[in-house]
């Protein structure tokens, strides 16, 4: 939904207003919309774009060398009137004529047509390219009924460098045109936009519901399913496309510039994630990929959604593809040309050779690996309750950091035929690589502490372990720069390891020095509840934050219980 | 919200890969992050940036000549693990040393040090510049604690344009520095984002309130207030930013790069209209504004909010900022440099000269004042109306495109002191252009039809009003292309026309030739209601489209009946 505005009916020419401000370098204000900022050659062809504002870059963002001259902005997804498009005609006019080229609807189709009558009657000699790649708009057979959607951009681009390219009109006409025939765009959206003032979207779709071919405005689509899969949008959007490969032609081979445009609130992440199968399903197609295009090139303000164009090139088209393009909102050509590298990457290096290790601590890595086993499954079992109370006063993403590192370490500890020591180490680097963040920062400390007491010579004492949980408790608080009472991981883990000195220093055994050093920790874990958030991570409303412990502590207090049981039913059967 | 992924631990992974693959000419993919893909000179220091994912362009949008040599991607809103940044460090370096420039958030700065530690090792010197703009985040006193934000865009170039201009690392890491002293941000928030596969979003902030100074993965803020206008956002993002102007110094004849940073989904097109309000208050005090930036430059998937960054430049650091940029998501400096126009615009032509009237068609031309003032009323009175029937198979904004229309035509009839036929003729035209859309279009062409049979000498008789009411139900249809039947307009002008002609020859007066015109075009408008809606304007849900009229038609009902009542009306008193 639109959230910020002043009077709505003053919303589109406020909007064009601080867009040229912003982009003072490229576009000049004209009556009716933009055109350059900066000079174009006398007797170049004037391509001139536009329709109803809202769908930013397109159409304003798209002005400026190698890109269009000028660009009719009309009201919010309302076109331009034909005196707009008259006025901005005008001023982008170098004397070569004006191509106009817009996406193919009823009021962009009177106002421009309009325009065009009345300027070839002042003798400036127009052409019009209007824009029709959306195939779910129509059927084949009525291409000429298709709307125009994310095409827009390839059959701008072609008629810019056209004309820059210094054709004339008829042949900026014919290559424009010529790119059209060889653009197809498909798409689908999740939810519509509300525009400035309104009450309600412009259209809904269901929740967990995907709208299948819809248009940019909400115009009926082709049906509608279950939210995909990334990978089975990816396919729903190949698989349409081609359906419908230009002159019938065989895909394989083909050469073609893929434009994934995201239509606001779909974000880059997200169209990454798509773009990466798409590219996968296009290869195995035999198709070459050119020049990819993944991000918001035509927006319907916020609206959830997406389309897959396919720009087929030949080789004129491919040659024009290459000019630079310097607009506000897209920009092709680097002014430093560099050199490609040769790929080679950075692949980690070959694991080092595993040091030698006697019997005992080969057997004391048996048990290494068991507690490497039950930390993942009491990570897995309270993954949810983890990311709810982390929720409360951080990001919510402290389970799923906890699982993948605790998964990664236990991967890595049973990988390896090691010492005790070196099996917690690897444990311990994997850990810290796979879960990021703070949290396998600290635990990738906590366990290299206590690999590095245990060695990979002679069984482990407790007393290597207990000095190996000391020296983890210090690095935590070194590393992390947190003291007791911060609410950190560090409340819980330092009367833990202090408790298991002091039960060591008395006489326990181990599993019961660990099991009363767990309950303490368990304790200390619910005593950050109690504690006033630390400033830097509470959430705004402070109240929610009360009542509920630090996730790093209950998460260390969890594992040390657990590890306390396996412990003591090891002891039961040793 | 999140819309789609494949299986959500695997999303950061894919998305990379997506972002690699399509990317190719500005990066490569390596264990950790991306690396430029191009050559970098020899002994250049290499800028690594780096942070958590789902803030595209940071980071690896940003990773290209003239920007970051790598970045080190994490996992969603998890830092980059030691691991990670050391290896994309090494597959950056080049001979010259690396410097790490990231937000100053706990986990990154825990990550970062031990790979710089690491680093440093091996022999590869290091240096760390963490940005800390938010001026919400912590007092100025203990700036260090603040966190990085959009502000990073400034730092990261500087050091980058440093790198590139030839420094060693400890020139890059001061002129790095230099920029984080100059560079503060604001932000606010109206809703946060939900993470791939999570069932809730990380916060929310309630209807109609914004949320003020609140990070970007839902720090606390230092407030909350109703959502106020586009100005009200500006004053209130430059005021707080005008409190702390770096040294002390006053704003007045400083030289700032604004950043206007939209979080996801608050889109460009507001943006714009807020940056219209903070480029008129900066230039208010003083300030000279250089290469403004408005967009996507700091993202938080597609939370709604934005933040505004002023970087105070100084003689060295804007020298800087003049270096090209040539990244996936971030390009500066042109190809083919153009040189500036002259500003000269296109203000519309003055008027036309008026032509010569009489006295009878200027006070005819005081009906047509009148009925232009009904007009507006009419529409006035109906514009919600008219927007809820246009929602059901359009786009909502008739109601609103007619009172434009609507508006700007009784102010140009009523500016011009003429005869009746260019009274009309002003106010078609004007209607034309501001209305813009299909109905501005064609309710320029009723009325300038009219408008050419009024003429401005004698009174109008019900003669002409008929030929002209009936050259405009033509050159609607003409114009559109539409006909009887297709539920548009033409489905109540013509019955209109028709009857207006039927009425008149059967010798009825005008009001009542009028009246009974109006009664059969109101009849004619209710029967759109009846047909089915036509394909490419209906909307999905077609049932919702059955038993609500056209909404053009059912104006031009409103319309004519509202005239018709103006007739009668001043006949009574005749």
Redo the contacts between chains.
Sequence with gaps: M?????D??D?AD??????A???G?HV?????GV??????PRGQVAVVVGG???H??AFG?LVG??LAHGAAM???????????IQ??A??ADNGGGVLFAYGNY??DV??FD?AQEHLRAEGVPCATVAVTDDVS??ALEERH?RRGIAGDLAVFRIAAAAAEAGHDLDGVERLARLANERTRSFGVA?SGCT??G?D?P??SVPEGR??IG?GI?????IG?TD?????G?AELLVAKLLEEVPDGTAAAGARVVPI?NGL??????????????V?QLLEAAGIVIV??????YC?S??M?GTSLTLFWLDQELEALWET?V?AP?Y?R????P????A??????ADADAVPEADEASREAAGVVRAALGVIAATIDANVDEL?RID?VAG???HG??MQ?GAKAALTAGTAVDAGAGTTLARAA?AW???????S???W?VILSSVANRLGDNGKPTLADLTAGVADGAKGVMD??KAEVGDKTLVDALVPFAEALQRNADAGADLPTAWKAAAEDAARAAKATADLLPR??????H?EKSLGTPDPGAHSLALIATAIGELLEGRNDHA
């Design positions: 639109t959230r910020i505005w002043n709505p009916a919303f406020e909007m064009t207003d601080g867009f401000a912003a982009n370098r000049q204000r004209v009556t009716g055109v350059r900022a900066t000079e174009s109803g504002s809202g930013y870059p963002g060398q190698g009309g009201n919010l997804f309302a076109s331009p009137s034909a005196q707009q006025a901005v005008k001023a009823a009021g009177l106002n309009a708009s129509a009924k999740f525009l400035p309104a309600e412009l259209f995907m709208a819809l405005h909400g115009e009926p689509g509608e939210v995909p899969t990334a990978d949008l994934l606001g609130s779909l974000k880059y992440e997200e169209l990454f994630v798509v773009y990466r199968r590219a020049d990819p295009h993944v991000g918001e927006t303000f916020d959830a630079p310097d909102a920009r050509g680097s002014v430093n560099a050199q490609l590298k790929a080679k990457g950075n692949a980690a990311g929720a990001d919510g993403d799923i950091g993948r680097a810290a690589d796979k879960a990021g963040g703070t396998g920062a600290l990738g590393y992390g400033m830097g991570r509470a959430r705004p402070a």
